[in-house]
């Protein structure tokens, strides 16, 4: 397998990268969260999808307490390398709420 | 048609919200893109997908000179307020690299 190219990852100020995340099955958006390098590198070694806590301020294997894991299956960047897109296999819901994804739980602005 | 609540928007310390651009028939995610409250308000107004261009400063209507429109189905916020996941009829290709969704000109990480 060749070595991914992680150099054309570009991190904002705060060293973080939005990633959006999309069931590989469904096909839903299921939610954004945030990686800096380490967690794309624990991401990319282990296949759980893994993000920084930009609340909490640390690591987060999701589904590690809530069991509602996350299996990478891609992990894609977008044309300026500012965006990743990560297709999972999603146990579970995916949001706390406990809603299949966490754009259910509101009405449509439009 | 109810007023859509927009106090519910968290913007961030730029004033601006990520958005998930998503096709509405062959749900690929086309891009991720950055609005403000005003850029909001002319998406919801005009049904066209308006945003914040980072880079230039200035208010983006997509396609606009390109030809390669979304035109706006759904827009929904996720749980904390933080997202917005637009649902839209692409014209075209999205990427500016003439490519489908900006997440088709690299090679995956993984």
């Known amino acids: 397998m060749p070595t ?3 150099t054309a990852v570009v ?3 705060d060293g973080l990268v939005p990633v959006v995340v999309q069931e590989a ?3 839903d958006v299921l939610m954004l969260a945030w990686m800096d390098a ?3 590198r624990r991401t990319l070694a282990t296949g759980r999808a893994t993000y920084w806590s930009r ?3 640390e690591y987060w294997v ?5 069991g509602h894991t996350q299996a990478v299956r891609e992990v ?6 500012d965006t990743i ?4 296999d999603q146990t579970g819901p995916a949001c706390h709420l406990e809603t299949t994804t966490c754009f259910d739980s509101r009405e449509p602005l439009r």
């Open 25 to 27: 099955t469904t096909r």
């Open 62 to 66: 999701k589904g590690e307490t809530s």
């Open 38 to 40: 380490e967690a794309l």
């Open 76 to 81: 894609r960047l977008d044309c300026d390398g």
């Open 4 to 6: 991914p190219d992680l």
């Open 11 to 13: 991190y904002n100020a």
């Open 85 to 88: 897109l990560l297709t999972v």
């Open 55 to 57: 609340s909490r301020k």
